[in-house]
């Protein structure tokens, strides 16, 4: 039985509850402050366009004693994302290539929202982003697939009130509702695209930090896909129609660019991102067979061209080859060039010279500038080839990187029959 309390007994035991009581709500407010933490696990990612369209992407998040990378996932791609750091409820995420980040908030609920922002030569240009934690699947399939869209199809892209169209060849394969594949140009490929066929719709995406798509598409019948929209980075959006054709063909490779004059030499110099001119005349090509990139680190397929070559250079330099890398990056300024070109040497250890030219890839004027040995300059990357006397002997447009499958494949096989070849040569 509780017994009476005399008045000072009465004032002390109030004093010390009104204490605990101020100590429970300090630290139930100092409980309410604390930031959240960035999920390990699944999610879910969506660029919200203005027009109301939504790209969506897949990304892991990785916590390695406190440290967080990211793998953004496409198809059998994961692309490393090691610059990830959190002030409070901000997250920022810096991609590895291309200049672009996120710029985001932790929510509530776990969930991300920001932007994405691409820093492009002269502005800036953003985009709403929302990232969604524990959501693997990129788009639900609602409904058991009408058909199988797996083959080759021949497609047509038009922008809003224009005629002409643009040609790609689609690829895909399709295993129950799950779809992989991509579309190939004269001038490279769309890498890693995946996502459903739902009933008769097609949804298919990708996001690597410069490339932001979104394809979807009736399919009306086993040959034929109508209504098409293409969502191409923040603003672009095309129309297009495919037909199944296992037959359909791009041009050649090697004949949309081509030398001016037949055993034609180059003649070039450019400074290295240290500042220091390199020629092609210089000592270090002389009697080599000799890789030039046409190339820049905002272009995803360049980016893919350059990890396989960088490796293959490690192996076969020592038999006689070099390969030289001529940037046009986006900005004329030197500085800004140097940096993003410092990132991508770094992330592809690179060991071959790179030359910063100092024109942009929008300059038409640009083959005349850097290569009028050339017809002209019509893709990134181009790679142009050299035998030991310096003579030109092949110029490929665009590169079928390793999102294409068996046509990567056999541009390592030709690639190194033709080193191979130019190699053992005198």
């Not at 690597?208 to 399919?219: E, H, P, Q």
Request: glycine share 8%; aromatic share 10%; hydrophobic share 35%.
């Amino acid at each position: 039985m509780k017994g009476c309390l005399s008045p000072a007994q009465e004032t002390t035991n109030h004093m010390k509850s009104v204490f605990l009581f101020g100590a429970a709500l300090a630290l139930a407010a100092c409980g309410a402050q604390q930031p959240g933490h960035l999920t390990a696990g699944n999610w879910q990612g969506h660029l919200l366009r203005e027009d109301g369209g939504d790209i969506v992407f897949n990304f892991e998040v990785q916590d390695s004693a406190g440290k967080k990378t990211i793998h953004i996932l496409n198809a059998g791609e994961r692309l490393l994302v090691d610059d990830v750091r959190q002030e409070g409820d901000s997250v920022f995420i810096r991609m590895p290539f291309y200049d672009s980040e996120f710029r985001t908030a932790l929510q509530p609920d776990g969930s991300l929202e920001g932007r994405w922002i691409r820093h492009l030569a002269d502005k800036d240009v953003s985009i709403a982003f929302k990232g969604l934690p524990g959501i693997a699947e990129r788009f639900p399939a609602k409904n058991p697939p009408k058909f199988n869209i797996t083959g080759r199809w021949p497609t047509h892209f038009t922008a809003p009130g224009k005629a002409d169209s643009t040609f790609a060849i689609g690829e895909f394969v399709q295993e129950g509702s799950a779809v992989k594949g991509t579309f190939l140009t004269t001038t490279g490929d769309y890498r890693y695209l995946q996502g459903v066929v739902d009933g008769d719709t097609l949804k298919i995406s990708t996001f690597d930090g410069s490339f932001a798509y979104v394809f979807t598409a009736r399919i009306e019948n086993d040959s034929t896909l109508g209504n098409g929209v293409f969502l191409q980075g923040i603003t672009n959006r095309l129309a297009f129609t495919a037909r199944k054709d296992s037959s359909a063909r791009l041009q050649d490779a090697t004949t949309i660019s081509t030398v001016r004059e037949a055993n034609a030499t180059l003649d070039f110099s450019f400074p290295d991102l240290n500042g220091k001119p390199v020629s092609i005349k210089d000592e270090r090509f002389k009697n080599k067979a000799v890789v030039i990139q046409i190339s820049g680190s905002w272009c995803p397929n360049c980016m893919d061209e350059t990890r396989y070559l960088s490796e293959w250079y490690k192996q076969n330099k020592d038999r006689g080859a070099e390969i030289v890398m001529l940037s046009y990056e986006r900005t004329t300024d030197f500085e800004k060039s140097k940096k993003a070109l410092e990132s991508f040497t770094k992330r592809f250890d690179i060991a071959y010279p790179i030359l910063i030219t100092g024109v942009t890839p929008a300059d038409p004027q640009k083959t005349e500038k850097t290569l009028p040995q050339i017809t002209a300059i019509k893709g990134f990357p181009t790679t142009i080839y050299l035998d030991r006397q310096g003579r030109v002997r092949k110029v490929h447009t665009g590169f079928n990187g390793p999102g294409t499958g068996e046509h990567y494949e056999e541009y390592k096989h030709e690639f190194n029959a033709l080193m191979d070849e130019l190699l053992k040569e005198s």
